[in-house]
């Protein structure tokens, strides 16, 4: 019995022009994810990775189960007193790695529903924003690092205007 090959060619030709017109999806490489542990009764803590976006992108959200609010904080200074504030997003710029620190930019989880132990996993959905508006989502798993922890010198969040 013989088969033609004909029609897969065909169709395999088809697919491959198709994947032509398709828009290419920006994509974000997360690398070096980690929370902060916390303590028992402790209500928030910080997440840090680093980002790199191979075209201009943002992120612009982020979610996570183990707490009720997640937001994107930037660390300021105003004169010689530190605080922290809120972003809507963060600039990525193609091909540069920008990293979330406890210096700069982070995630703060706020609203514990329990405690942050050392060891265990953190599941963080980040969304990342094109320049065309195009969003991305990308699900990453943070490792949880010692209270004592730092990328830096690291910052006091207990002595913070929120």
Do not use: C
């Amino acid at each position: 019995m013989a088969v033609s090959l004909q029609p897969i060619k065909r169709g395999l030709a088809a697919v491959a022009l198709l994947s032509l017109t398709l828009p290419a999806l920006a994509q974000t490489t997360v690398s070096d994810v980690w929370v902060r542990a916390s303590v028992p009764q402790q209500q928030s803590t910080g997440a840090f990775m680093t980002l790199t976006a191979d075209a201009d992108s943002k992120l612009v959200d982020v979610a996570s189960p183990v707490a009720k609010t997640v937001q994107v904080h930037e660390m300021t200074m105003n004169g010689d007193v530190m605080g922290m504030r809120q972003v809507q997003a963060v600039p990525l710029p193609a091909g540069k790695a920008v990293h979330l620190d406890p210096n700069g930019y982070h995630v703060m989880l706020m609203g514990l529903n329990g405690q942050v132990k050392e060891g265990e996993s953190v599941p963080l959905t980040l969304t990342i924003e094109d320049a065309k508006g195009a969003k991305e989502t990308v699900q990453v798993q943070a490792e949880v690092r010692p209270l004592t922890a730092e990328a830096g010198a690291g910052h006091d969040h207990m002595h913070m205007k929120h």
